[in-house]
């Protein structure tokens, strides 16, 4: 029986900022039946990086990077991207909650000493004082 040797299928790299680029270090050493590029339809093997390389530069091949950038691969880097900012956004949230919740509380506490104070005020008809913060802080 014999084997046939495939040739690798080449495929762009994905840069820090989310756009596919060339890559232009791959090692041929360890390709043993060069790379196939799917850009071009008639099978053509690059077999050396300077090959591969002076077709990175050719239109078809820009052409071809233009689009894989445009289509799902590109999406699936934003929806990886998106997920991460969806769960740093829920983080957050979920700690703005914890905050309003503590504050909720205190203001419940200070309304009940206004109502409190409120009450003995109107007991008082003599001095007819206002709240300051200073009484809410000497109220036990
Ligand atoms: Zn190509």
Not at 62 to 86: C, F, G, I, P, V
């Amino acid at each position: 029986m014999e084997i046939i040797a495939e040739p690798d299928i080449y495929a762009p790299i994905l840069a820090n900022d989310g756009v596919f680029v060339d890559d232009k270090h791959i090692n041929f050493n360890r390709l043993a039946n060069g790379i196939r590029c799917p850009c071009n339809n008639r099978n053509h093997i690059h077999i050396t990086a300077s090959a591969l390389k002076a077709h990175f530069n050719t239109a078809m091949h820009k052409r071809w990077l233009e689009q894989y950038n445009s289509n799902s691969h590109n999406s699936e880097a934003e929806a990886t991207q998106l997920r991460s900012d969806l769960s740093d956004a829920k983080r957050l949230i979920a700690q703005k909650d914890i905050i309003i919740a503590q504050k909720d509380r205190h203001i419940r506490s200070l309304m009940d000493t206004i109502r409190l104070m409120s009450s003995a005020n109107t007991d008082d008809t003599s001095e007819n004082k206002s709240l300051t913060s200073d009484d809410l802080l000497d109220f036990d």
